[in-house]
Structure formats: structure tokens, C-alpha cells
């Protein structure tokens, strides 16, 4: 008897339990003047693994055969040999219409790694096998948006007030901001600080047009400059100076 549990992983936090089929990617960046884009996978071990894939809308624990997206995936299911690779082809349909013309909108794709069954298992025996889903965002992204990702930096701020602070992305882009740190004052690149000088304890995932607060409420920075780190369209961490408002 065979017991196959799943696993998810996000490719931003790093876990003991690794897949042996990988993403060649950090995320995906989808065009709307594009009809396709293509994704790398790459089977590291020297088995056969088979592969599921699917795009979600953010409702990670759904099935996916509930799930409905403007785009498919080819192929969905596919078997790859050890030491080799699958390049998947992400097409989009007329569904796209719908998604906003002025911001990016953002959808998830999957990669589910089914690993063999062990050629040494003795028929009748029972057997656990893990299954590891990885998991990174696909990001829709319109032709005629007003601001170019080289003018990102300019367009974040922090906003505080009596009752709140945030970090305020006034741009059509997703953000990952990683880092939040008091700056030196003195260099423009990413600050080696200790763990505790980041005020921010989880990443924050901000929407377009957004000013999202962090999760820890004591978040309450004081007069100056800080120094905010997101990830760009390449899985680089880009520093950028933000002033306080």
C-alpha cells in the first residue's frame, strides 16, 4: 500500500525537504502582447519523476480542477528522466480581456513532484511517498502601463500616521519588499544588518496602487530615511531609499 503525502514549498524560504524536479525560475513574467511564455523544469536526480502542473488564483489549497484561470499550461502532466528537463509553454485564452488594463494581476503556477517508487520495495509493503509542490507567482502584465520597472524606486514611500504605518507602492506592479531597515545614511547598497534591524518579520507581498501595513503592530518607524529591499522581474534584490511621509 502506497501513502502519498504532499508538501508545498515557496521559493522565497528555504526548507530542509527539497524537490528534485526544479523551477529555473524565481517567477514569471507574462506580457499581455505575448502569446505564450515557457518555464524551465529540471529533474536533478537520476529517476524518472513525474510531473503535475497547474496555475491557481491564489486559493493555494484548492483542487485544481476547480480552479479557473485565463491560461493552460502544455504539457499538464509529464514524465521527466533523471538528468534531464521539460520546457512547459503557459498560452493564455480570451478570458484575459477581463483582468485590469492599468496593473499587473497576479496568479500562481505549480509544479507537483511525484517521485518513482523504489525499485527495491517488496510487493504488499507499505510505502510513504512525498509529494513537493512548488509553488512561484505568475504575473500578468498589461502593454501599456504608466510606469516602467526601472522607475520603481521612485514611486515607494512609507506613510505613517497616529494610527498606522505602511509601505506604499504607488506603482502598477506586484512588490515583494524583503528588508526594511533604518538607513546609514551612508551607502545605497543592501545593508548587512543583523536580523533584528529588519523591521519587517515576514516578506510583504504589496498589489499594485496599495499601502499594506506589516503584519507586527508595533511597526511604528521614527523621522528619517529606511532603506526597502523588493525583488525585481529577475528574483534580484533591488535597494531603494524611502522616505517617511
Wanted: proline share 8%.
Amino acid at each position: 500500500m502506497r501513502k502519498i503525502i504532499l508538501l508545498s514549498i515557496c521559493t522565497l524560504f528555504i526548507f530542509p525537504l527539497r524537490a528534485n524536479v526544479i523551477i529555473n525560475a524565481t517567477r514569471v513574467i507574462f506580457p499581455a502582447g505575448s502569446k505564450s511564455v515557457s518555464v524551465q523544469l529540471i529533474n536533478k536526480s537520476k529517476e524518472q519523476h513525474l510531473i503535475q502542473t497547474w496555475l491557481d488564483d491564489g486559493r493555494q489549497n484548492e483542487k485544481p480542477e476547480n480552479i479557473s484561470t485565463p491560461f493552460m499550461i502544455i504539457p499538464p502532466v509529464v514524465k521527466i528522466n533523471g538528468n534531464d528537463g521539460q520546457i512547459l509553454k503557459i498560452n493564455h485564452n480570451h478570458q484575459v480581456t477581463a483582468l485590469p488594463d492599468d496593473r499587473e494581476s497576479v496568479f500562481w503556477l505549480n509544479v507537483l513532484d511525484i517521485p518513482p517508487t523504489p525499485e527495491s520495495l517488496d510487493a504488499g509493503r507499505n510505502y510513504m511517498q512525498v509529494a513537493i509542490r512548488n509553488r512561484i507567482k505568475l504575473f500578468w502584465r498589461p502593454e501599456r502601463l504608466n510606469l516602467s520597472p526601472r522607475d520603481i524606486p521612485q514611486h515607494l514611500s512609507i506613510i505613517t500616521d497616529s494610527h498606522k504605518a505602511c509601505v506604499d507602492n504607488a506603482t502598477p506592479y506586484y512588490l515583494t519588499i524583503v528588508q526594511l531597515m533604518k538607513w546609514d545614511g551612508k551607502s545605497h547598497r543592501i545593508q548587512q544588518g543583523k536580523k533584528q534591524d529588519n523591521l519587517i518579520d515576514k516578506t510583504l507581498f504589496i498589489p499594485p496602487f496599495s499601502c499594506l501595513a506589516p503584519a507586527d503592530k508595533s511597526f511604528r518607524p521614527a523621522s528619517g530615511k529606511y532603506q526597502l529591499v523588493y525583488i525585481d522581474d529577475y528574483g534580484s534584490r533591488v535597494p531603494v531609499i524611502a522616505v517617511l511621509k
